[in-house]
Nanobody, 121 residues
Framework: QVQLVESGGGLVQPGGSLRLSCAASGIIFSIYSMGWYRQAPGKQRELVAVIGNTGYTNYAESVKGRFTISRDNAKNTVYLQANSLKPEGTAVYYC???????????????WGRGTQVTVSS
């Protein structure tokens, strides 16, 4: 059974920082691309950052230079260091694990349940 469990969300003042964690189980973590997405009230879910199984990273333009995604394959965990947070960063942040075809094995994608981040004074 695959589980992605996010933690580290909360209330933070504008300009503050949070470190989100996502612990994965039930998958071969090292072969998955891991990503963070967020969904604000009334808006569509959007990509925040992704890190491939080779360590390649990509970020949404809105968070470049402020957020850092990293992974620890030994701990089956992906992190999102979010600095200089802005009120528009208020959203539920979701962890995502995805991989492509493995020979005859179909593609796979999994989601966590999310962690709330509220940026407010």
């Amino acid at each position: 059974q695959v589980q992605l469990v996010e933690s580290g969300g909360g209330l933070v003042q504008p300009g503050g920082s949070l470190r989100l964690s996502c612990a994965a189980s039930g998958i071969i973590f090292s072969i998955y691309s891991m990503g963070w997405y967020r969904q604000a009230p009334g808006k569509q879910r959007e990509l925040v950052a992704v890190i491939g199984n080779t360590g390649y990273t990509n970020y949404a333009e809105s968070v470049k230079g402020r957020f850092t995604i990293s992974r620890d394959n030994a701990k089956n965990t992906v992190y999102l260091q979010a600095n200089s947070l802005k009120p528009e960063g208020t959203a539920v942040y979701y962890c995502n694990a995805s991989r492509g075809l493995l020979g005859p094995i179909p593609r796979a994608e999994y989601w966590g349940r999310g962690t709330q981040v509220t940026v407010s004074s």
